[in-house]
């Protein structure tokens, strides 16, 4: 009888066996050559679309924790994927951290909608769901690595073994993060277990408009620590949009919240790049932001806890803004008061709880002034430094409650013109002791409950840089006909020093009047420098042509 097992029994067990594990190391050497090729090959980044500019706008964006599940809390792979679709159809392209180094050190163009994407705090589950994505479609990134978590091998994130292989790919770039005192172990570090790898930047969680204690100033800290180890440096903004005239010690971020789809990415990405745009322009622009980053119009806007559109009593259905309010306070900001010294704010305000101020923080110092008040004072105020603020001016009575007036604010040289219902508040501009530049806000605060100010038709006009020329000695006539153009005039110049060849002496000129006339109208004193024409080695007097065509440098 023939057995019915005769065709199996003609392969040992053993036979069986060792089939199985050749099989079994062929799928693994399959598995691992991919995944080995998708971590260490080198990938080819996408060249852009766009033609390269010196005036692109680079919008940085950083994403938090980013999952491969749906989730409601964090920003989900899919979401992620959607996003990064909607930059690249709107005409966004995708750039690394060594073309933004390359931009602002070595003149390198980039496209005019460049866009540089972080991922914050280096979570593993981050790297896998967005590396498939970015290899996908050939965009390069970057990770901020907390090296304390590293060196602690803490479960949730990146290792030195894989930082390596993602600087390998080509693809990610990292950049150190931490509080200033870190600044340099995390980069030795960093460079230590990467070979070969130069730590271009460092990210903290400082941000552009954050107020500074008088003990403790974090910012002087952090730029002088990015100053001497970093060549760029990022802080979170309310645009996140920068240009070749920002600071790349203090590079503008956005934060991506979780539930932005990626409409409301591109209404605010667009709005970031009209707000950095309009301060190089002359031009009027009525954007204002939210601390915390979404942008806000003075005509009717989404409702948010201190920011809501309002049915103003008395001001025309058209003429219609927002209503700040909030406990102990709240404000609007417009983000790019560091490109200009010049500019003009106007804005119909009705404050009916606590105190209003326009104020202005120094981008670079803890340095500052502000216009405002309550119902019983109206001050001028000033702060050098970690002081507290002075007042320059006051005035009494202050701001009537619930009625509206119109503010307008001139901010041009080192003075302030006050306007208020079509008149100057005081006679002189105010002088400014501090060059200050930063993010202009209106405020509203309360020392008891909830301030709340109403807001119509804020808009800032920019403008540019106004010098007028006076004589060494000018007379009464000079000085008042400049004083026609006080709220134009930026500055005044002079001649204070004369070279010529290699020879270079002081001028006379009448140094007191010149101190005067700045500081009672807030001009600018900006010294010219006469260069003279080269002496003959003859001896020779110059010819009347040569002493005619003398020329001043300013």
């Not at 199996?8 to 991919?34: E, H, I, N, P, Q």
């Not at 749906?70 to 966004?92: C, W």
């Not at 105190?355 to 050098?384: D, L, P």
């Amino acid at each position: 009888m023939e057995d019915k097992n005769a065709a199996y029994a003609s392969r040992t067990f053993k036979k069986d066996k060792v089939a199985w594990y050749v099989l079994m190391v062929f799928v693994l050497a399959v598995v691992w050559g991919v995944e080995g090729f998708r971590e260490n090959g080198r990938a080819q980044l996408r060249p852009w679309k766009s033609p390269v500019s010196n005036r692109a706008t680079i919008s940085v964006l950083e994403f938090g924790r980013v999952v491969s599940g749906r989730s409601k809390d964090l920003i989900d792979q899919a979401r992620f994927r959607k996003q990064l679709k909607a930059l690249e159809k709107n005409g966004f392209e995708a750039v690394s951290l060594a073309d933004i180094f390359k931009f602002y050190y070595e003149g390198k163009n980039l496209p005019e909608k460049s866009v540089l994407l972080m991922f914050a705090n280096g979570y593993m589950e981050t790297y896998t769901a967005v590396d498939p994505i970015l290899r996908q479609m050939k965009w390069p990134a970057v990770m901020t690595i907390n090296t304390e978590k590293v060196v602690k091998r803490e479960t949730f994130f990146l290792y030195w073994d894989r930082l390596r292989r993602m600087v390998n790919s080509g693809v990610w770039s990292l950049v150190s993060g931490g509080i200033p005192a870190n600044y340099k172990v995390s980069q030795n570090l960093i460079e230590t277990n990467i070979p070969g790898y130069k730590i271009l930047a460092t990210s903290t969680d400082l941000h552009e408009a954050q107020n500074y204690t008088k003990f403790f100033d974090p910012r002087k800290s952090h730029d002088r620590a990015l100053r001497k180890i970093y060549p760029l440096g990022f802080v979170n903004g309310f645009v996140g949009v920068n240009d070749k005239n920002s600071d790349p010690f203090r590079l503008r971020r956005l934060r991506i919240k979780p539930e932005w789809d990626p409409e409301t990415l591109l209404t605010l990405m667009n709005q970031g790049i009209q707000a950095v745009t309009a301060a190089n322009k002359t031009r009027s622009e009525s954007i204002w932001f939210r601390s915390d980053g979404e942008s806000v119009e003075t005509s009717p806007h989404q409702k948010h806890h201190s920011i809501q559109n309002a049915r103003l009593v008395g001001v025309p259905k058209a003429k219609q803004g927002i209503r700040i309010h909030g406990a102990p306070g709240a404000s609007i900001f417009f983000p790019t008061g560091d490109r200009t010294g010049n500019w003009i704010l106007e804005a119909d305000i009705r404050l009916d709880r606590g105190e209003f101020w326009a104020r202005q923080n120094s981008s670079k110092t803890t340095g500052g002034w502000r216009v405002g008040g309550n119902s019983e004072n109206f001050n001028a105020q000033v702060r050098v430094a970690n002081g507290p603020y002075e007042n320059l001016a006051g005035s009494r009575p202050g701001i009537p409650l619930g009625k509206w007036y119109h503010l307008k604010l001139i901010k041009r040289g080192k003075g302030i013109i006050v306007g208020w219902n079509g008149a100057n508040f005081w006679d002189f501009p105010l002088y400014l002791p501090d060059d200050v530049k930063g993010n202009i806000a209106l405020q509203v605060w309360s020392r008891e409950g909830e301030g709340s100010l109403s807001v119509s038709d804020a808009k800032i006009s920019i403008f540019p840089h106004d010098i007028r020329w006076l004589k060494s000695y000018p007379g009464i006539n000079d000085i008042q006909l400049l004083i026609k153009y006080t709220e134009k005039v930026s500055g005044v110049t002079t001649v204070t020093h004369e070279i010529q060849g290699n020879q270079a002496q002081s001028v006379s000129f009448d140094e007191d009047l010149f101190l005067i006339i700045s500081h009672r109208y807030g001009w600018d004193f900006i010294p010219t420098l006469r260069v003279l024409p080269q002496k003959k080695s003859s001896g020779k007097p110059d010819s009347e042509y040569e002493r005619n065509n003398e020329y001043e440098n300013t």
